[in-house]
């Protein structure tokens, strides 16, 4: 099933245009960001709006299809931030310098690992260098009102 127009519009706005796991604008984005499954399709996850968040290109394509991470302090399995029950201040800060995302737990670290959402794992670094500029133009990081769960 298609997501609808309206859906797409109210799940972009409930993610005050964000991506629900890394915080990035899509306004900032070469591209509008996706809509990721929070159950995957692939796990028998809906189209229903409560399924849905708003993530980057980046986020999504590195979650896929996975529920659960590696938090690397522990060593253990956690499941990963689901933007419809877990607030994203309770999981993550911002680094000093407002380039890193910190996990503040063992849900957020693995959600950090498994996303890679500070491209720690790629040469590129090209998320820390997006930042960096964001931060220049007074755009990054985003207010940190509390997203609200459902």
Excluded: K
Aim: hydrophobic content about 30%.
């Amino acid at each position: 099933m298609a997501i609808s127009r309206t859906t797409r519009q109210r799940v972009r706005q409930r993610a005050r245009f964000l991506c629900e796991y890394c915080h990035s604008s899509e306004e900032g984005s070469t591209a509008l960001f996706t809509f990721d499954h929070i159950v995957p399709q692939s796990l028998n996850g809906s189209d229903d709006e409560a399924n849905l968040a708003l993530a980057c290109t980046r986020c999504n394509g590195r979650r896929y299809n996975f529920t659960e991470g590696i938090d690397p302090v522990s060593q253990t399995v956690q499941r990963l931030f689901n933007p419809r029950q877990d607030l994203w201040p309770e999981h993550f800060i911002w680094s000093q310098d407002s380039q890193t995302i910190l996990g503040t737990s063992p849900i957020g670290r693995a959600t950090i690992n498994r996303l890679d959402m500070n491209d720690d794992r790629h040469d590129d670094g090209s998320i820390r260098r997006a930042r960096r500029l964001w931060l220049r133009g007074g755009w990054h990081p985003p207010s940190d009102d509390p997203q609200q769960p459902e």
